[in-house]
């Protein structure tokens, strides 16, 4: 019974030790270094880009904007920061850590036209545990809130930094995800191209949602950025054009003076499956268009709805 115990005690020191060690060396790499695959964007949004544009948003802002065109047509360098399946909670987590660090003179957030609804998101907190404790007010109050067995594991370093390394292992052996230096993943051009889908549309918005992008809306408006909010244009068609998370996000940029593109059903996109990837992503000649598109109704609402409100110094 002594030797069990005796054994037992030894385990529990080395994994002890082997949690200290793990997080040392983990915290050092990715202070030290830019992590790769999936996670390269990610990294670099949280602890690098200082762009003047910055966009946000999931896969209908990553492969739906591309930077190139808005730099050149505005005159500002610009980073796509859109993550994979991310939802609004996810986007103002995100903004949070770039303003811990850098204000950006315009923020362009992309959403879906369910995004207020739903689970959207909800899951992809995972990748940011390696973050946590790292210095990110926002990340760190997120994973604080986490109760019982969930807030025990966020602190063990074997538990919280396994995601990163088998992700990244993985990405570096199977993934062919291309990004571009400035963020944007492009999407190729189908052999066959999409089928207009029909979407019974019934979501409602949850108003946890609604209150993240209202504070995103006052966190921008106190820093003096501008926020431009946008529905990408995607191969569907739903059951009513006044879809109510739409009608609830229009009522808040209204009150914030914020503009907001209701683009998901555009008509030049709707009838041209040629510019889709698939159903909820334009292809490299869709974003091509689209980007020239919204670049245009920036520029509009630069000289016209914020021409009164900014002073000269301030302008863009």
């Known amino acids: 019974m002594k030797k069990v115990i005796i054994y037992i005690i030894s385990i529990i020191i080395i994994l002890f030790i082997a949690d200290f060690f793990l997080g040392i060396c983990s915290r050092y790499y990715i202070k030290n270094h830019q992590l790769t695959g999936r996670y390269k964007p990610l990294d670099r949004l949280i602890k690098e880009v200082d762009t003047d544009i910055v966009l946000i948003g999931n896969s209908a802002i990553l492969n739906s904007l591309d930077p190139q065109i808005l730099e050149d047509s505005l005159s500002m360098t610009c980073y796509n920061g859109g993550i994979i399946g991310q939802g609004i909670e996810f986007s103002e987590t995100i903004i949070d850590c770039i303003l811990q660090r850098h204000t950006p003179k315009m923020i362009i957030l992309g959403l879906r036209p369910e995004e207020m609804g739903g689970n959207i998101g909800e899951g992809i907190y995972d990748v940011l545990k390696p973050y946590y404790k790292m210095g990110y007010n926002s990340i760190d109050n997120h994973f604080n809130h986490k109760e019982g067995i969930e807030r025990l594991l966020i602190n ?51 108003q946890t949602k609604l209150m993240c992008l209202e504070r995103i809306m006052q966190k921008c408006n106190k820093k003096d950025i501008k926020l431009f909010i946008c529905y990408p244009p995607v191969f569907m068609t739903f059951n009513t054009d006044n879809l109510p998370c739409i009608m609830a996000v229009n009522n808040l940029c209204k009150k914030y003076n914020t503009p907001c593109y209701v683009d998901y059903n555009n008509k030049t996109f709707n009838h041209c499956p040629e510019l ?41």
Request: aromatic content about 16%; charged content about 20%; cysteine-free.
């Open 156 to 206: 063990s370093n074997l538990i919280r930094y396994n995601t990163i390394w088998v992700r990244v292992l993985l990405y570096m052996l199977f993934d062919n995800t291309i990004y571009q230096d400035n963020g944007f993943m492009p999407m190729e051009i189908p052999s066959t191209f999409p089928k207009m889908k029909y979407i019974k549309y019934v979501s409602q918005p949850v």
């Open 276 to 316: 889709f990837y698939d159903n909820g992503h334009v292809n490299i000649k869709g974003a091509e268009l689209y980007t020239k598109s919204l670049t245009s109704k920036i520029i509009r609402d630069i000289k016209g709805r914020f021409y009164i409100t900014t002073n000269k110094k301030n302008k863009i």
